[in-house]
């Protein structure tokens, strides 16, 4: 398994270096009592550091590599259209 140490952009300002490491998918034999099973595991980055040029932490980054910063950012701009509608106030209140 070759593991390689990038620099990559970062996703949010394009201009700051991020450390990342890059484990390639690999199979494996993994023996189970008698018999000899392949294993195969994917492809992963693991991001070491945050963007020195924006300020954006590791786990922000991190969700941002893995795609799941986008769905925040609706979720956002959902609730932005929501509340400019009235359909949704500050603070909710819930009658039981």
Not at 14 to 22: A, E, P, Q, R, Y
Not at 29 to 46: A, F, H, I, L
Not at 50 to 65: D, F, H, I, T, Y
Request: glycine share 8%; hydrophobic share 30%; charged share 35%.
């Amino acid at each position: 398994m070759n593991i390689e140490k990038l620099k990559l952009d970062c996703p949010f300002c394009g201009v700051g270096k991020i450390d990342v490491l890059h484990i390639p998918e690999s199979v494996r034999q993994s023996k189970s009592g008698e018999m000899s099973v392949p294993r195969k595991t994917k492809e992963n980055y693991m991001v070491e550091s945050g963007c020195s040029n924006c300020g954006k932490s590791q786990k922000e980054v991190e969700r941002a590599l893995k795609g799941s910063n986008s769905d925040v950012e609706k979720e956002k701009k959902i609730f932005e259209r929501l509340k400019a509608q009235g359909i949704i106030k500050d603070e909710m209140t819930t009658k039981f």
